[in-house]
């Protein structure tokens, strides 16, 4: 890795690291709460290294202390995780031309987190993947967001096991909120234009209408609407311009 692509690769992890910060609670409580449920601690280090999917987790754990079967907890587990498709689709036209070797690791490594960082990183960058230095830049960001929030959760959950052990009813400190609170703080700014902001909403609407549907198909369901309906508001305005920012002699919406 040359110094320009070891300087994008720690940029990375420094714009991931509100994040990061926000993550440390919500690892904690799972490693506590796993081991709160009776799995040991190399079980539960062993699925965030091996898993490392977060609510994913957190849902597993719950199926299992209940004496689920594996293969419902197997199929729960990948209908939650389907959001990351959507997140890989929007990604494919910067990441068509990573190595074939390399794309495997960087899917196991897409999380909401690094998502919302390199999403915002592409917008800012204006970077369209147009030639292999492009790629190679693209590569060394993304693994910089990536590792860092796979190292952290490694270490929270561990401090989560520790804790665990000896601390009672942690799930309930309310920890977890921070994470819900940075993503906010991330996704707010890069809201531009109309389909953008049409697509929050409706995406917030329909989670909070959706929330007592079974493991989680509310948010598969939400973003899908959100997402179907946004691109259909943008076929029909045509409106290239922010909200805020509309060209001479036009209307900032049509």
């Known amino acids: 890795m040359n110094r320009n692509n070891l300087t994008l690769f720690w940029q990375g992890g420094r714009d991931t690291l509100p994040l990061l910060v926000a993550a440390m609670p919500f690892g904690f409580v799972y490693g506590a709460l796993a081991t709160e449920q009776g799995g040991s601690g190399l079980w539960v280090l062993a699925m965030s290294m091996f898993v490392f999917a977060g609510a994913s987790q957190f849902i597993a754990i719950t199926l299992l202390a209940s004496a689920a079967a594996l293969p419902v907890v197997v199929l729960t587990v990948f209908i939650v995780n389907l959001r990351h498709s959507l997140y890989a689709a929007s990604l494919m036209s910067s990441a068509h031309r990573w190595p074939a070797w390399l794309r495997a690791p960087m ?71 921070a994470m819900v609170m940075a993503f906010i703080g991330i996704v707010v700014p890069m809201l531009r234009n109309l389909p953008q902001w049409l697509c929050a909403l409706v995406a917030c609407t329909s989670a909070l209408l959706t929330f007592d549907w079974p493991h989680q198909t509310g948010l598969l369901f939400s973003a899908i609407l959100a997402i179907v309906i946004a691109v259909f508001v943008q076929i029909r305005s045509r409106v290239p311009q922010t909200v805020f920012e509309a060209e001479p002699g036009r209307a900032s919406c049509e």
């Open 107 to 177: 899917a196991f490594w897409l999380t909401d987190e690094t998502f919302a960082v390199v999403s915002r990183h592409i917008s800012q960058a204006g970077n369209d993947m147009n030639s292999d230095r492009d790629v190679q830049t693209f590569i060394a960001y993304y693994l910089g967001s990536a590792v860092s929030m796979y190292l952290n959760w490694l270490l929270c959950t561990g401090a989560g096991i520790l804790a665990g052990q000896t601390i009672v009813g942690i799930q309930a400190w309310g920890l977890d909120v």
